[in-house]
């Protein structure tokens, strides 16, 4: 064979400087990078706040406000679906809950580098969806005020709360998950709000320094900061597990078919990460576009998070699949019923949309590197991934209560304006908390990126400089 | 510390020179207790030839999580057993059921106890004289110890050849290592 007839192909060469831990820069400019993008604010951003805080009196004081005064009538839950819209949005803010626990401590524990500069924005996500989702077993329950009830101490009958009933490891799980999630965004942040307190005046100076706790960086001090996060990473991802599936066991240990399944738990949680993580690829983006973090966030981090994007879009088809054709299989006139529902009724439209922006989309686009790393792509796919979760939470949620074991009780659910406007209220509470936040805490961990780029150095091996990482612990 | 000491801070752009101003101050007689490094990110015990400081905060994590098990119990074993409802065919302490709650009291305890754990260890909140140095926030890398006075000429002119950034005398109610 001829040397002549081999075609040349030139391997396609990446510059490992285009990565952010193969790219330092003076410490202080990182800083200022930082805090620039946190003090620098536009009429646009005002704009935004004051748009956010009209949504959030209309939907949370105003047509909560009216819930509470008029009764659950306004709301369109009627028999036989008795789960609307509130326990859909319920479902959905727990799931993107889930986005700071996976990419913070998940990719922590396994020590994927390319974390570095996005956990604190994802790990906020976690706190603010908790808190929104806190808000809905509060709203779901009408009369808000017997809240109280769910506490564990004792009545004045001497009765205690069922602690056998899933509402009340709903309670218990949601509110661990909210301390520990808080606690474990706060600790790593410490050293960060020490940098912001040295370079601030006024009230900001004031506020990191309380916040900073005296903060000084000494050897002791990192020591037990490290110690903590360890262990924080390793106790919150079996937390984060719990919450879902105990969310997922609240219809799961009904014996409503539809729900009534053992993969609920899994199918559940699984569902949670893919939509979280999309959640933090969205809020990365705006965030990048926003606050001008280009430096600090780079096509190889929306790279990374599409390929786990790709991998939960896959391991969600393969749940529900599951959990379909053991349904379909099974032919029990209720399910068949049901499935008939999605397939042909009225829901399908929705049910069709829904394996569209979680199954086909995902996987037809996500395993190629351009569109991971495209900015409107990744914005355009994410937000339909959600738009998709929410339906599908939706579906499950109303569908299997519309058709149950006695069809002279079917029924059909239509949400209310109320329902709708607290739902947009507390969306626009997420952001306005968000929006809020961006703006008084580093959501870029410096000391994190740092650690990070020393322990990264480019070494030359022939004609490649190829990269290394040292274990620095 | 008393008025025959003084505390100092050395400040170096890099971490290279750090521990041999260690193992020179070590030779000084000064002692492994009265210095430590201060710095914007964190270097090993490794990296800077230190003794590996003797962490309490597992110990106090898992007494944590202790309390938060006997908590979960209580709930699930103990009211049962002090306020009995007996419903036919329900057992009165169900064990799988128990197991949840359980489980999230105990990581409950867990969390709420490592924070509260680096507080105490760190000995955090301290919003006295005890601030920190913007220097290190620039990323410049502090050696701080204590010495005797009449000795501090002698260490400095030493530090001075290490190839120290700046050198800065702490005033006395800054002093705490």
């Given at each position: 064979m001829s040397v002549k007839a081999i075609s040349v192909v030139w391997p396609e060469t990446e510059d490992p400087r285009e990565k952010l831990l193969f790219d330092p820069r003076p410490t202080r400019e990182m800083n200022n990078m930082v805090l620039d993008a946190m003090t620098t604010?536009?009429?646009?951003?005002?704009?935004?706040?004051?748009?956010?805080?009209v949504l959030v009196l209309i939907g949370i004081f105003g047509a909560w406000g009216y819930q509470i005064l008029q009764?659950?009538?306004?709301?369109?839950?009627?028999?036989?679906?008795?789960?609307?819209?509130?326990?859909?949005?319920?479902?959905?803010?727990?799931?993107?809950?889930?986005?700071?626990?996976?990419?913070?401590?998940?990719?922590?524990?396994?020590?994927a580098e390319f974390r570095r500069p996005f956990t604190r924005a994802a790990e906020l996500m976690t706190s603010f969806a908790?808190?929104?989702?806190?808000?809905?077993?509060?709203?779901?329950?009408?009369?808000?005020?017997?809240?109280?009830?769910?506490?564990?101490?004792?009545?004045?009958?001497?009765?205690?709360?069922?602690?056998?009933?899933?509402?009340?490891?709903?309670?218990?799980?949601?509110?661990?998950?909210?301390?520990?999630?808080?606690?474990?965004?706060?600790?790593?942040?410490?050293?960060?709000?020490?940098?912001?307190r040295d370079y601030s005046t006024g009230w900001r100076g004031n506020l990191y320094r309380i916040m900073a706790l005296g903060w000084r960086g000494t050897e002791a001090e990192w020591h037990h900061l490290k110690t903590a996060i360890t262990i924080f990473a390793f106790a919150i991802i079996p937390v984060m597990f719990s919450v879902h599936t105990i969310v997922a066991w609240d219809f799961g240990m009904t014996m409503t078919v539809g729900w009534h399944s053992s993969i609920f738990g899994p199918y559940f949680v699984v569902g949670a990460i893919f939509s979280g993580v999309s959640a933090v690829v969205t809020v990365l983006l705006i965030l990048r576009k926003a606050m001008r973090l280009d430096y600090f966030l780079?096509?190889?981090?929306?790279?990374?998070?599409?390929?786990?994007?790709?991998?939960?879009?896959?391991?969600?088809?393969?749940?529900?699949?599951?959990?379909?054709?053991?349904?379909?299989?099974?032919?029990?006139?209720?399910?068949?019923?049901?499935?008939?529902?999605?397939?042909?009724?009225?829901?399908?439209?929705?049910?069709?949309?829904?394996?569209?922006?979680?199954?086909?989309?995902?996987?037809?686009?996500?395993?190629?590197?351009?569109?991971?790393?495209?900015?409107?792509?990744?914005?355009?796919?994410?937000?339909?991934?959600?738009?998709?979760?929410?339906?599908?939470?939706?579906?499950?949620?109303?569908?299997?209560?519309?058709?149950?074991?006695?069809?002279?009780?079917?029924?059909?659910?239509?949400?209310?304006?109320?329902?709708?406007?607290?739902?947009?209220?507390?969306?626009?509470?997420?952001?306005?908390?968000?929006?809020?936040?961006?703006?008084?805490?580093?959501?870029?961990?410096?000391?994190?990126?740092?650690?990070?780029?020393?322990?990264?150095?480019?070494?030359?091996?022939?004609?490649?400089?190829?990269?290394?990482?040292?274990?620095?612990? | 510390m008393d008025d025959k000491t003084v505390t100092l801070v050395a400040f170096f752009v890099e971490i290279a020179p750090v521990p041999n101003t260690l193992d020179l101050l070590r030779q000084e007689g000064i002692d492994e207790t009265d210095m430590t490094v201060i710095s914007n990110m964190p270097y090993s015990s490794s990296i800077l030839g230190r003794p590996m400081v003797w962490e309490r905060l597992p110990i106090i994590s898992l007494s944590g999580a202790f309390v938060g098990l006997l908590i979960g119990l209580f709930l699930n074993v103990g009211t049962p057993l002090l306020y009995p409802i007996r419903v036919g065919g329900q057992p009165l302490i169900p064990i799988p059921p128990s197991l949840v709650l359980t489980f999230e009291l105990t990581m409950m305890g867990l969390i709420v106890s490592t924070f509260l754990g680096v507080l105490w260890e760190s000995a955090f909140p301290s919003h006295g004289p005890r601030i920190g140095n913007p220097r290190i926030s620039n990323g410049q890398i502090g050696v701080l110890f204590e010495c005797a006075v009449d000795e501090k000429d002698r260490i400095v002119a030493v530090l001075e050849k290490q190839g120290v950034h700046d050198l800065e005398i702490i005033n006395r109610e800054e002093r705490t290592l």
């Open positions: 604010t536009s009429w646009r951003y005002w704009l935004v706040i004051a748009v956010l805080v009764g659950m009538g306004v709301a369109g839950i009627r028999r036989p679906v008795y789960w609307g819209v509130y326990i859909t949005n319920f479902v959905f803010w727990i799931g993107i809950s889930h986005s700071g626990t996976f990419v913070s401590a998940i990719l922590r524990v396994f020590k908790l808190v929104v989702a806190g808000m809905y077993p509060l709203i779901h329950l009408g009369r808000t005020w017997r809240f109280y009830w769910m506490v564990p101490y004792p009545n004045q009958r001497q009765l205690w709360p069922n602690f056998h009933s899933p509402l009340e490891w709903d309670m218990l799980a949601i509110f661990t998950y909210l301390i520990g999630s808080t606690l474990y965004l706060y600790l790593p942040l410490i050293p960060d709000l020490a940098m912001a780079r096509a190889e981090h929306f790279d990374a998070l599409g390929k786990i994007i790709l991998v939960f879009s896959a391991a969600w088809t393969y749940f529900f699949f599951a959990d379909y054709l053991t349904e379909w299989y099974g032919g029990e006139a209720v399910g068949k019923e049901l499935l008939t529902l999605q397939a042909r009724g009225p829901v399908a439209p929705l049910w069709y949309l829904m394996l569209i922006f979680n199954v086909a989309i995902p996987l037809l686009t996500l395993w190629n590197k351009r569109i991971r790393t495209s900015v409107r792509g990744m914005l355009l796919i994410t937000l339909g991934i959600n738009v998709g979760m929410y339906i599908e939470r939706y579906i499950i949620v109303t569908g299997a209560l519309s058709r149950n074991r006695l069809p002279f009780n079917w029924g059909a659910y239509n949400p209310t304006l109320i329902e709708i406007l607290i739902s947009i209220g507390s969306l626009s509470t997420f952001v306005l908390l968000y929006a809020l936040a961006s703006r008084v805490l580093p959501l870029i961990p410096v000391w994190e990126v740092q650690e990070g780029q020393l322990s990264h150095r480019l070494r030359r091996i022939g004609r490649q400089l190829a990269p290394s990482v040292s274990e620095l612990d | -």
